[in-house]
Nanobody, 123 residues
Framework: QVQLVESGGGLVQAGSSLRLSCAAS????????MGWFRQAPGKEREFVAR????????YYADSVKGRFTISRDNAKNTVLLQMNNLKPEDTAVYFC????????????????WGQGTQVTVSS
């Protein structure tokens, strides 16, 4: 079956960096667009970034643009989220998700989800 497993979360200070990783299995990875989403305490899950199945196009939420970078390695079935200059408002559980073919920022379009990894940024 399809599995998406996130890793790399943790507790860091504001201004620090983290790199999240999502390892995919059970699917033809290079047929799937990938997205990162996050859910802060008491808030709804929101879009962070997405990347096309070939990795040639990316798109970011305004709140992370210029600080976060999404990338993928289709040979390793992995998608990454490099997060720089972290802020306390970035504190959330981060989820990766897979959507067949077309990348979109809408979480309802995604077919598969990971369990999430916690990122906590202290001020």
């Amino acid at each position: 079956q399809v599995q998406l497993v996130e890793s790399g979360g943790g507790l860091v200070q504001a201004g620090s960096s983290l790199r999240l990783s999502c390892a995919a299995s059970g699917l033809t990875f290079n047929s799937y667009a990938m997205g990162w989403f996050r859910q802060a305490p008491g808030k709804e899950r929101e879009f962070v970034a997405r990347i096309t199945k070939g990795g040639d196009s990316t798109y970011y939420a305004d709140s992370v643009k210029g600080r976060f970078t999404i990338s993928r390695d289709n040979a390793k079935n992995t998608v990454l989220l490099q997060m720089n200059n972290l802020k306390p408002e970035d504190t959330a559980v981060y989820f990766c998700a897979a959507r067949l073919w077309v990348a979109t920022p809408s979480q309802t379009d995604y077919n598969y989800w990971g369990q999430g990894t916690q990122v906590t940024v202290s001020s």
